[in-house]
């Protein structure tokens, strides 16, 4: 006999469609081999959900995915509706909660679900870098699982958990983990402006429609929060200072009025480069975490150092800890993309569905 383990989804954007393909293409095998079968209770965007208090059927399932790939809304569908409080669709035995959205302030109902005895996996980092009283409350007793949220489908958090559980002892952690920045980079190292570079990165969909999303680091930052306060560092936000890549008055203008003034940091990015080159070094835009502090920004690196060997968008970690002293440990790949991000989180399902049943 298999048990039953509802899912409630937040957000079927790219990563959330992409999830629930995977889930559903995987559910029979599952139950075969671990004895439980997922089933989704409610799928919900930013205005509405489908749930009808049962299990969705495959078909309800596949229509919701065709409505959002066209990018209407879930209460377009029939039995869609209209949703303020995604709360009130919580069953009342354990539930796997997933957000997959990049909203803000989620963190108080997931928290709340959290006690009310429901677990969380998350793709969204914001959760996890506001106040250090709402990540406890999130991870308290592993409560919430967020592999997806630094490195994508890449096994960061679990290789940081696994150190430490061990007995291990955090060195550094040094990484390389967004592909638009690595991307930058290389581009600038094989002679390209920063105003070329940046142009390319956006009209191929890999920056934010605005670029200083991207450029401002910030979300570099919320990874190395992440990583650090997974590995027992108590810190807020503003211990992790980031330099943007751009100065600050362009921080406030249009998009457009952005694109068009780039050229005047061009020259400033070539003597950076050119610096480089003449000591032998490359460029990284590297996040560091130390038991003493974090930084993030960019960094003149020796060539025998494992940032300086990546090129284009992938994500690089190394941890040097005390077992991993000579040569660190190295976690290296695609960082970004909605089939392994997916991937990522369906892996923290998994662990949490195997958890609730017992198996592990
Ligand atoms: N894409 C990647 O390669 C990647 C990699 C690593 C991590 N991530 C993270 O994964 C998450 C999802 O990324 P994505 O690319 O799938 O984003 P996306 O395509 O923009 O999708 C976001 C989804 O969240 C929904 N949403 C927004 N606010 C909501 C709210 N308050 N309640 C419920 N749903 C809400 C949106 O609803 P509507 O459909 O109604 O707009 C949309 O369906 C983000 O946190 C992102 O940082 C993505």
Same mark, same amino acid.
């Given at each position: ?12 954007? $790219? ?35 489908? #749930? ?65 005895? #429901? ?25 919430? *699982? ?44 094989? $002679? ?6 940046? $142009? ?9 429609? %605005? ?54 940091? %061009?020259? #400033? ?7 480089? *080159? ?83």
């Amino acid at each position: 006999m298999t048990r039953e383990i509802f899912l409630l989804q937040l957000g079927t954007g $790219g990563v959330g469609r992409a999830l629930v393909a995977q889930v559903q293409a995987q559910r029979a095998l599952l139950a075969e081999r671990y004895g439980f079968t997922l089933h989704y209770l409610a799928l919900v965007d930013r205005g509405g959900a489908v #749930h009808t208090g049962q299990a969705l059927d495959d078909q309800t399932i596949q229509t919701a995915l065709v409505v959002k790939e066209s990018r209407q809304p879930l209460a377009a569908l029939a039995g869609g509706r209209a949703l303020d409080d995604w709360r009130t669709l919580l069953p009342t035995s354990a539930c796997i909660i997933i957000d997959v959205t990049a909203a803000a302030g989620m963190e108080t109902g997931l928290a709340e679900a959290v006690a009310a005895g #429901h677990r969380v996996v998350l793709a969204n980092k914001r959760p996890l870098t506001g106040t250090l009283t709402d990540f406890t409350r999130l991870t308290a007793r592993s409560a919430t *699982r967020y592999e997806a949220t630094v490195g994508a489908g890449l096994p960061v958090i679990a290789t940081l958990q696994t150190l430490l559980d061990s007995g291990d002892t955090l060195s550094r952690i040094e990484a390389s983990m967004s592909g638009t920045l690595g991307y930058l980079c290389s581009a600038l190292e094989d $002679g390209q402006s920063l105003s070329a570079a940046v $142009g390319t990165a956006r009209s191929r969909g890999w920056t934010e429609p %605005d670029p200083r999303d991207d450029l401002s680091g910030a979300d570099v930052t919320r990874k190395a929060l992440i990583l650090a306060r997974t590995s027992g560092l108590n810190w807020e936000l503003s211990a992790v200072p980031s330099e943007p890549w751009f100065p600050s008055e362009l921080a406030d203008i249009t998009v457009d009025a952005f694109m068009e003034r780039t050229p005047e940091m %061009d020259r #400033h990015y070539q003597e950076l480069v050119a610096q480089a *080159r003449a000591n032998n070094r490359r460029l990284r835009y590297v996040a560091t975490v130390t038991p003493e502090g974090a930084s993030v920004g960019l960094r003149e690196l020796p060539p025998e150092h494992p940032l300086a060997a990546l090129r284009g968008t992938d994500n690089l970690f190394s941890f040097t800890t005390g077992r991993y002293s000579e040569q660190p440990l190295v976690v290296r790949g695609p960082g970004a993309g909605v089939e392994v991000t997916a991937a990522g989180v369906f892996g923290d399902i998994v662990a949490t569905a195997r958890e609730l049943t017992g198996d592990r």
